[in-house]
Nanobody
């Protein structure tokens, strides 16, 4: 049984930082591309960042480029999202996802976590 469990969300003031983690089990983590998505109330789920199985290929949404950093530790079966210079518009539930290839398309990912809430106050 595959599980992706996010952690690290919370309430932070604008300009602050958070580090999200996503711990994977039940799959050969090092074989999977991983992505982060987010969904704000009343909005569709949107792509944030993805990373290839080796970490050699990374891509960000324009809205987070230069502020967020995705990384992974295959020895720990964990993918991270370091979020700096947070803005109120970053407020959302953040989800990690695992799939066969890195893509911005949510439907292409096979496995999803339950999400972690990030709230940025102004």
């Amino acid at each position: 049984q595959v599980e992706l469990i996010e952690s690290g969300g919370g309430l932070v003031q604008a300009g602050g930082s958070l580090r999200l983690s996503c711990a994977a089990s039940g799959l050969t983590f090092s074989s999977y591309a991983m992505g982060w998505f987010r969904q704000a109330p009343g909005k569709e789920r949107e792509f944030v960042a993805h990373i290839s199985w080796s970490g050699g290929s990374i891509f960000y949404a324009d809205s987070v480029k230069g502020r967020f950093t995705i990384s992974r530790d295959n020895a720990k079966n964990t993918v991270y999202l370091q979020m700096n210079s947070l803005k109120p518009e970053d407020t959302a539930v953040y989800y990690c996802a695992g799939g066969w290839k890195p893509t911005v398309v949510a439907a292409a990912y096979n496995y999803w976590g339950q999400g972690t809430q990030v709230t940025v106050s102004s």
